[in-house]
């Protein structure tokens, strides 16, 4: 979590685009189920999945 605060501060200012350093801070695995379905593996366990809008 060091690394993600080193990155987002105290949280005041809002991200304003994506952060490559954050993600893989956070972010353990993506499964890719099909083109449109994967899910997301955080360092923490938790689990999302999501469907791609076509």
């Known amino acids: 979590m060091q690394a993600v605060r080193g990155i987002i501060g105290d949280g005041s200012q809002p991200l304003t685009e994506f952060d490559d350093a954050l993600f893989e801070a956070m972010v353990e695995n993506v499964i890719i189920k099909s083109t449109t379905e994967f899910e ?5 366990g938790q689990r999302v999945k999501a469907k791609a809008s076509k």
């Open 40 to 44: 997301f593996i955080f360092e923490s």
